[in-house]
């Protein structure tokens, strides 16, 4: 039972580079999101997903994209990495309800970035 | 929007104590959940435990119970019987319409 599996669990990055930050969920979970995780803030919304075709803004969602074209899979790009964006990223899927999450959030292992 | 505090950043207790983590939230909400995750150092999220805001009675999970005083917006962890294993960073999270709000943690630190 994998749960969820979050690639790569470490990535360097330069400032400009592009990059994906993969999740796949095998719990047929409709609700799928984007945190990270910085110091002293806690763990903060970048986007989220309460099904296929469907992606809504978080917290933090500036310079990041999302799309969601399986119940599965739940991809996160940096467009143009900038230091700011260093961080610990984690994937979590959830049963959902029309407006979002309904229970308990499964979690990945998190994927340190550092951008230089 | 809503807002989650936990106002201790660390705290450290000795093997076989008790301790107690504290967290208060705002929201104009009535039907919400409120959980206690654990990150330790290995970085995986654990949920600890739960609880409906619609119940009164308070949540237990083995060694770890909360006092919810809703009137209050207050969800304290209580940790008894600590264990060294117990180390970890602690986050008290909300979720209400579909999102769940993070407070910034709680070092805990369990001493021999």
Known sequence: NA????????QVLKT?????????????????????????????LIHYSVGAGITDQGEVPNGYNVSRSTTEDFP?????????QTSVYFCASSYSGLAGMT???FFGEGSRLTVL | AQTVTQSQPEM?????ETVTLSCT???????????????????QMILVIRQEAYKQQNATEN?????????????SLKISDSQLGDTAMYFCAF??????????????????
């Open chain 2, 25 to 43: 939230y705002d929201t104009s909400e009535n039907n919400y959940y409120l959980f206690w995750y654990k990150q330790p150092p290995s970085r």
């Open chain 1, 3 to 10: 749960g969820v599996t979050q690639t790569p669990k470490f």
């Open chain 2, 12 to 16: 450290s207790v000795q093997e076989a």
């Open chain 1, 16 to 44: 400009g580079q592009s990059m994906t930050l993969q999740c796949a969920q095998d719990m047929n979970h409709e609700y799928m999101s984007w945190y990270r995780q910085d110091p002293g803030m806690g763990l903060r």
């Open chain 2, 63 to 75: 060694r770890f119970s909360v006092n919810f005083q809703k009137a209050a917006k207050s969800f």
């Open chain 1, 103 to 105: 229970g308990e959030l």
């Open chain 1, 76 to 84: 996160l790009r940096l467009l143009s990495a900038a230091p700011s």
């Open chain 2, 95 to 112: 979720m209400t319409l579909g999102k769940l709000t993070f407070g910034q943690g709680t070092i805990l630190t369990v001493h021999p």
